[in-house]
Each structure stands twice: as C-alpha cells, then as structure tokens.
C-alpha cells in the first residue's frame, strides 16, 4: 500500500513562497506519472502539475510561470515550489500519481491571505 505524506504548506502573503514537499513509500516512485492536485472550499479537487519519470513537467494555465514541480527520485520525495502566491492559491495541496490512486495523503493546507 503506497502512503503519501505532504508537507511544507502554511500561511502566507499575497506575493510570497512556499515550497512544499511529498514523501512517498515504496521502491515504485520513479516509474510513475506524479503530480501535485489541490481543493479549495467549495470546489473540486483539480490537477496542478504533472512530472513524468524523466522530468517533462506540465501545468495549469493558472499556476504556469509561478509554480515549479520537481522530484528526487532516490529519495521518493515530489516537490511543489510556489512563488508569486495569489488568494485564489488557497487550498489544501495534495500529491498523488497521475491518473490518482483512490488513496490520498492528509494534504497540506496553504492559505494565501493578507
């Protein structure tokens, strides 16, 4: 049974950085598709960037330019680096592989505010 265990989230100010960070279990990491996935209140969980095994990285429209996604793979840890942080950024955070397993991490809150 994989486990995924986010972290790194926080308060911040409009503007700011935070880098968040994924450990995953398991000798299988480095052969998946992984992203990082987020839900606001309200709204659905949504896809916010994607990593394949080699590193071709892809994001929303809404995050591109600000937010970088990267992985260890001898470490089994994805990473989340977000600059430039908006409101709307608020949500909890979550890594899971791409397509998602049905299992999910606690997440990690980032909260974007003033």
């Known amino acids: 049974q994989v486990q995924l265990v986010e972290s790194g989230g926080g308060l911040v100010q409009p503007g700011g950085s935070l880098r968040l960070s994924c450990a995953a279990s398991g000798s299988s990491f480095r052969f998946y598709v992984m992203g990082w996935y987020r839900q606001a209140p309200g709204k659905q969980r949504e896809i916010v960037a994607t990593?394949?095994?080699?590193?071709?990285?892809n994001y929303a429209d809404s995050v591109k330019g600000r937010f970088t996604i990267s992985r260890d793979n001898a470490k089994n840890t994805l990473y989340l680096q977000m600059n430039s942080l908006k409101p709307e950024d608020t949500a909890v955070y979550y890594c899971n592989r791409r397509p998602s397993w049905t299992y999910w991490g606690q997440g990690t809150q980032v909260t974007v505010s003033s």
């Open positions: 990593i394949t095994p080699g590193g071709s990285t």
